[in-house]
């Protein structure tokens, strides 16, 4: 609000002599100020009927809203309604239904109530109406808010689904409503399905009826109040997998194929509801809660209060090659930040995003170690920081051009980081109580960002005005450039530290370590000005002073330490940061004996993420470990072989397999075929690269037994060694797999897919082939692929012609010409 505030003021303090583009600029900026949204009327419970014409792809609805005056009498009520047809809007009164008035735009209806209401009246709108999502025009994807998955099943190997998505204000889109998040309201939603299919919604279950036609209506209650946008509906055909939490409800509903993984898939959220429900201090609000995963998201989750929405599942192997995974606790976190605690407004979004964003990390730390959480922190700083957009934003964003504009790297990933590092200042125990304040003086209602702070400065006694002004409400971050002179003549060590950014000079407590003698002292310091000296007094200088010990600030660092202090600090300095700053020096200074050494240490190293990070740095040169210094290849391919033969994170060993693949020496042979016993397919797909580097005829007799049983790299693997070494006999695997591939997959084939039809002795395969290239050049032409599709339909051209295939050549120049002619 500070830099409106300040904008405006100067404008018109030299308003008769600034030139008129100044004043444009201000009035554009006043003109884009984000009120609140106003609350004349109140909802207090939704009730809706629908049924589902699927040929249609219509939602036949039936709605009572009781509401009432937030405070001063009206006698109009305004309703978000997007690209319905209304058919009666009348008022409940004494069992009786009245007409009212009402104007309809396709987005706001706006209607006259048959008196004035007070502030303590309640009344109750009835609407009968029909939703016509795909009919509605120049839509974002994700505005739909209801969705027909392959609703006349004739989309092979896809179920028929409906499903909502409701953030930011979509479920105007199939119910009418306040559709604000300000706005709370219980409901009751009645669903009519055909009798086979499952469903889900928010609250519990209340009951089901079967009806002649084979028809059910399903009753969800939800007897809390939750926000508009937080309204969901799953149907189709689902598996469910019960679970419990302290005596509440835990389900995952499932496709039926991936069903038996649902405890693979989230088996860890009641762990996770009683590490939330402890650091809070309020234990999870709802009666139940479900997790459901659909086809065709349009998002990646959604955390609709006690229902949320995935858009992915996997198989039990695929799961044993992903990483850390924190989707499913990010959804989770927001049941208190989101849905019990909601933003007042989008503007606010921070009280939802951010906190959501560090649950992730929370989680991380408690379940798998610092490590991973402060890799996951800082996986999450770096998107922030690769994007100079993000720079211009503050995290509470009164001005933003769209809703969907403030769902950034700012609301996310600064705002959770931002969030951890008022987790620092405080201390855990403060800040956790500031959370339960928070949480519960707000409970099931919306709130601001200054709520928050009131919370924190309650809990730890503390004025935290400055954190919030430079933080929530200021854009940017500092920039901080570090450096260091040893006086040896005083024995004091003076860190420099300058803040370069333009604009806002930064408030800062840090932790400065400086290590010396065998010890380690910590300094906590503030840093607050433009350029700041801070002396150290050591008997001798001190191998290193770590700036930042903890790891924590939300900047950008340009620190000027040696090699040797970098060396130091990879082997004494605790944290993964500290680790993961040195290798990443090391990398630059690859002929140095001491980098060598400190690449070759991280291949050993604790944590699978830095173990990762130094096979990265061996490949980084020409992406080929060939290219290092012989010196560094020759010390760490020992240990490479050795990450390849059993490391326990799959993504480490399959990217050692990859390494030693580049090598192509036959020694790591055995390597290779042990890898095959795995049951993660990325290790197997990089084994049977690496035995194809070597020994193709031996990589030919593996790839057959992977046939039955293969997903993602191990799908292109396989069909990329027959596609090299295969003969006809293996056509119909390369062209099955090619053809029901996705884009990024037959982008990645193309080139040994159409070597292979160079190559090819039956006729009617070498058609099938140029007719896939011809129907890709011309699918993808106007994304650029026809030159790219034209080389390759040369190069099979050029092959077929030696082989004296004239139809081949002839078919291949027609193709050629039908890509240049379309449009």
């Given at each position: 609000?500070?830099?409106?505030?300040?904008?405006?003021?100067?404008?018109?303090?030299?308003?008769?002599?600034?030139?008129?583009s100044?004043?444009?600029?201000?009035?554009?900026?006043?003109?884009?100020?984000?009120?609140?949204?106003?609350?004349?009327?109140?909802?207090?419970?939704?009730?809706?009927?629908?049924?589902?014409?699927?040929?249609?792809?219509?939602?036949?609805?039936?709605?009572?809203?009781?509401?009432?005056?937030?405070?001063?009498?009206?006698?109009?009520?305004?309703?978000?309604?997007?690209?319905?047809?209304?058919?009666?809007?009348?008022?409940?009164?004494?069992?009786?239904?009245?007409?009212?008035?009402?104007?309809?735009?396709?987005?706001?209806?706006?209607?006259?109530?048959?008196?004035?209401?007070?502030?303590?009246?309640?009344?109750t709108?009835?609407?009968?109406?029909?939703?016509?999502?795909?009919?509605?025009?120049?839509?974002?994807?994700?505005?739909?808010?209801?969705?027909?998955?392959?609703?006349?099943?004739?989309?092979?190997?896809k179920?028929?689904?409906?499903?909502?998505?409701?953030?930011?204000?979509?479920?105007?889109?199939?119910?009418?409503?306040?559709?604000?998040?300000?706005?709370?309201?219980t409901?009751?939603?009645?669903?009519?399905?055909?009798?086979?299919?499952?469903?889900?919604?928010?609250?519990?279950?209340a009951?089901?009826?079967?009806?002649?036609?084979?028809?059910?209506?399903?009753t969800?209650?939800?007897?809390?109040p939750?926000?508009p946008?937080?309204?969901?509906?799953?149907?189709?055909?689902?598996?469910?997998?019960?679970?419990?939490?302290?005596?509440?409800?835990?389900?995952?509903?499932?496709?039926?194929?991936?069903?038996?993984?649902?405890?693979?898939?989230f088996?860890?959220?009641?762990?996770?509801?009683?590490?939330?429900?402890?650091?809070?201090?309020?234990?999870?609000?709802?009666?139940?809660?479900?997790?459901?995963v659909?086809?065709?998201?349009?998002?990646?989750?959604?955390?609709?209060?006690?229902?949320?929405?995935?858009?992915?599942q996997?198989?039990?192997?695929?799961?044993?090659?992903?990483?850390?995974?924190?989707?499913?606790?990010?959804?989770?976190f927001?049941?208190?930040?989101?849905?019990?605690?909601?933003?007042?407004?989008w503007?606010?979004?921070?009280?939802?995003?951010?906190?959501?964003?560090?649950?992730?990390?929370?989680?991380?730390?408690?379940?798998?170690?610092?490590?991973?959480?402060?890799?996951?922190?800082?996986?999450?700083?770096?998107?922030?920081?690769?994007?100079?957009?993000?720079?211009?934003?503050?995290?509470?964003?009164?001005?933003y051009?769209?809703?969907?504009?403030?769902?950034?790297?700012?609301?996310?990933?600064?705002?959770?980081?931002?969030?951890?590092?008022?987790?620092?200042?405080?201390?855990?125990?403060?800040?956790y109580?500031?959370?339960?304040?928070?949480?519960?003086?707000?409970?099931?209602?919306?709130?601001?960002?200054?709520?928050?702070?009131?919370?924190?400065?309650?809990?730890?006694?503390?004025?935290?005005?400055?954190?919030?002004?430079?933080?929530?409400?200021?854009?940017?971050?500092?920039?901080?450039?570090?450096?260091?002179?040893w006086?040896?003549?005083?024995?004091?060590?003076?860190?420099?530290?300058?803040?370069?950014?333009?604009?806002?000079?930064?408030k800062?407590?840090?932790?400065?370590?400086?290590?010396?003698?065998?010890?380690?002292?910590?300094?906590?310091?503030?840093?607050?000005?433009?350029?700041?000296?801070?002396?150290?007094?050591?008997?001798?200088k001190?191998?290193?002073?770590?700036?930042?010990?903890?790891?924590?600030?939300?900047?950008?660092?340009?620190?000027?330490?040696?090699?040797?202090?970098?060396?130091?600090?990879?082997?004494?300095?605790?944290?993964?940061?500290?680790?993961?700053?040195?290798?990443?020096f090391?990398?630059?200074?690859?002929?140095?004996?001491?980098?060598?050494?400190?690449?070759?240490?991280?291949?050993?190293?604790?944590?699978?993420?830095?173990?990762?990070?130094?096979?990265?740095?061996?490949?980084?040169?020409?992406?080929?470990?060939?290219?290092?210094?012989?010196?560094?290849?020759?010390?760490?391919?020992?240990?490479?072989?050795?990450?390849?033969?059993?490391?326990?994170?799959?993504?480490?060993?399959?990217?050692?397999?990859?390494?030693?693949?580049?090598v192509?020496?036959?020694?790591?042979?055995?390597?290779?075929?042990?890898?095959?016993?795995?049951?993660s397919?990325?290790?197997?797909?990089?084994?049977?690269?690496?035995?194809?580097?070597?020994?193709?005829?031996a990589?030919?007799?593996?790839?057959?037994?992977?046939?039955?049983?293969?997903?993602?790299?191990?799908?292109?693997?396989?069909?990329?060694?027959?596609?090299?070494?295969?003969?006809?006999?293996?056509?119909?695997y390369?062209?099955?797999?090619?053809?029901?591939?996705?884009?990024?997959?037959?982008?990645?084939?193309?080139?040994?897919?159409?070597?292979?039809?160079?190559?090819?002795?039956?006729?009617?395969?070498?058609?099938?082939?140029?007719?896939?290239?011809?129907?890709?050049?011309?699918?993808?032409?106007?994304?650029?692929?026809?030159?790219?599709?034209?080389?390759?339909?040369?190069?099979v051209?050029?092959?077929?012609?030696?082989?004296?295939?004239?139809?081949a050549v002839?078919?291949?120049?027609?193709?050629?010409?039908?890509?240049?002619?379309?449009?």
């Amino acid at each position: 609000m500070k830099t409106y505030l300040t904008i405006l003021i100067f404008g018109l303090a030299f308003l008769a002599i600034a030139d008129s583009s100044l004043a444009q600029q201000n009035n554009a900026l006043l003109n884009r100020y984000r009120e609140s949204p106003q609350r004349v009327n109140d909802l207090i419970h939704t009730k809706l009927n629908v049924q589902f014409d699927f040929k249609k792809r219509y939602l036949y609805g039936k709605e009572w809203i009781t509401l009432k005056p937030h405070f001063y009498t009206t006698d109009s009520l305004r309703l978000d309604a997007k690209g319905m047809d209304i058919h009666i809007i009348a008022i409940q009164s004494n069992g009786k239904l009245h007409p009212l008035k009402f104007t309809y735009d396709s987005l706001s209806l706006n209607i006259r109530l048959d008196k004035p209401y007070s502030g303590s009246e309640k009344y109750t709108i009835y609407i009968d109406y029909t939703a016509k999502p795909n009919e509605r025009k120049g839509l974002r994807n994700n505005e739909k808010g209801l969705y027909f998955i392959n609703p006349d099943g004739t989309e092979k190997n896809k179920p028929t689904q409906i499903w909502t998505e409701g953030e930011p204000e979509s479920s105007s889109g199939w119910f009418p409503t306040i559709d604000k998040p300000n706005q709370k309201t219980t409901s009751e939603i009645s669903m009519t399905v055909p009798a086979k299919y499952v469903t889900l919604s928010n609250g519990r279950l209340a009951g089901q009826n079967k009806h002649p036609d084979g028809t059910r209506t399903d009753t969800w209650k939800m007897e809390l109040p939750n926000a508009p946008y937080l309204f969901m509906m799953g149907v189709g055909d689902f598996k469910i997998y019960k679970d419990q939490w302290r005596g509440k409800e835990v389900n995952y509903y499932l496709e039926p194929k991936y069903a038996p993984y649902a405890k693979d898939l989230f088996g860890d959220v009641p762990e996770a509801m009683s590490f939330f429900s402890e650091i809070t201090g309020v234990d999870y609000p709802w009666n139940k809660y479900a997790a459901i995963v659909v086809r065709d998201y349009v998002s990646g989750a959604m955390e609709n209060t006690t229902a949320n929405v995935f858009g992915s599942q996997s198989t039990r192997r695929e799961l044993l090659d992903q990483y850390y995974s924190t989707g499913i606790e990010h959804e989770l976190f927001h049941q208190w930040f989101g849905d019990y605690v909601t933003c007042e407004s989008w503007s606010n979004l921070t009280l939802n995003e951010s906190f959501a964003d560090l649950g992730e990390i929370l989680w991380l730390e408690h379940k798998y170690g610092k490590d991973a959480a402060d890799e996951h922190f800082y996986s999450g700083l770096r998107g922030y920081l690769g994007n100079p957009e993000n720079f211009k934003i503050p995290l509470v964003n009164f001005h933003y051009e769209a809703i969907h504009n403030v769902f950034n790297g700012v609301t996310y990933q600064k705002g959770g980081r931002i969030l951890n590092m008022l987790r620092n200042y405080l201390g855990k125990e403060a800040f956790y109580k500031g959370l339960n304040i928070y949480l519960t003086a707000n409970a099931f209602k919306s709130a601001e960002a200054q709520q928050l702070r009131l919370a924190m400065e309650e809990a730890s006694g503390l004025d935290l005005n400055w954190f919030f002004e430079q933080w929530y409400y200021q854009a940017g971050h500092p920039v901080l450039d570090i450096s260091y002179r040893w006086d040896e003549h005083s024995k004091t060590e003076n860190v420099y530290i300058s803040q370069t950014q333009d604009g806002q000079l930064f408030k800062l407590p840090i932790a400065i370590d400086v290590y010396h003698s065998g010890t380690v002292e910590r300094h906590k310091v503030w840093i607050n000005s433009r350029n700041d000296t801070l002396s150290f007094k050591t008997p001798a200088k001190p191998e290193l002073v770590n700036v930042d010990a903890d790891k924590v600030l939300v900047a950008s660092k340009t620190d000027h330490k040696s090699l040797d202090e970098y060396v130091f600090q990879y082997a004494h300095a605790p944290l993964y940061l500290d680790r993961y700053e040195a290798i990443d020096f090391a990398s630059k200074n690859q002929d140095d004996k001491s980098a060598q050494k400190v690449i070759v240490d991280a291949l050993t190293d604790r944590f699978s993420g830095l173990r990762l990070k130094a096979l990265q740095v061996l490949n980084m040169n020409k992406e080929d470990i060939r290219n290092i210094s012989p010196d560094l290849r020759n010390a760490a391919l020992p240990a490479v072989a050795k990450l390849a033969g059993n490391d326990e994170n799959n993504q480490v060993r399959a990217y050692a397999l990859r390494t030693l693949a580049a090598v192509k020496d036959p020694k790591y042979t055995s390597v290779f075929i042990k890898a095959f016993t795995s049951q993660s397919y990325q290790v197997e797909a990089s084994a049977l690269y690496g035995l194809n580097e070597i020994d193709p005829a031996a990589a030919l007799k593996y790839a057959a037994g992977f046939e039955a049983d293969n997903a993602g790299d191990l799908t292109q693997v396989v069909a990329r060694v027959y596609a090299t070494n295969g003969g006809d006999e293996k056509w119909p695997y390369v062209y099955h797999r090619y053809v029901n591939g996705t884009l990024q997959e037959q982008i990645h084939l193309t080139d040994k897919f159409s070597a292979m039809i160079g190559n090819l002795k039956k006729t009617e395969y070498v058609q099938q082939g140029i007719a896939e290239l011809q129907y890709m050049g011309i699918k993808y032409k106007k994304d650029g692929a026809a030159p790219y599709i034209i080389k390759y339909l040369n190069a099979v051209k050029e092959a077929r012609g030696k082989l004296n295939d004239a139809a081949a050549v002839k078919n291949i120049t027609t193709a050629i010409e039908q890509i240049n002619e379309a449009k």
